[in-house]
């Protein structure tokens, strides 16, 4: 009876050790609130060569926006952080529809890459 106890533990024991836990990656989550100050009326034709383009290891959820009340407000995606989020933007929630205009994403996500943050 000791012998299958202690090949029961063991058995137990090893798959325990034998599972490697791997570790999650981890994104700090920031949330950009209000009207014509987060918009972006910023025109992305006049944008620097450093935030022209993807910022790597940066996502945005970006969502309809709407003062009306319409059922679709609010519907969008997560999608990389990149030039066309600002006024003028439209999702169906699956695909956007980037617009010529950026706000302050993409500065901020420029600086927190810098960093070494997600």
Known sequence: MKILYFSTIGFF???FLSCKS????VWNVYYFGGQSNM???GYNSELPDSLDGIISNAM?????RDNEGS???GVGNWSPVEPGHGYGFKTNGK??????????ELSFANSLVEQGKK
Do not use: V
């Not at 791997?22 to 990656?25: A, I």
């Not at 695909?95 to 302050?104: A, C, T, V, Y």
């Open 22 to 25: 791997e570790e999650q990656e």
């Open 13 to 15: 024991l090893s798959l």
């Open 71 to 73: 059922p679709n407000r």
């Open 39 to 41: 918009d972006g009326f």
């Open 95 to 104: 695909s956007n529809d980037l617009s010529e205009r950026f706000g302050p």
């Open 60 to 64: 945005i959820f970006d969502g309809n």
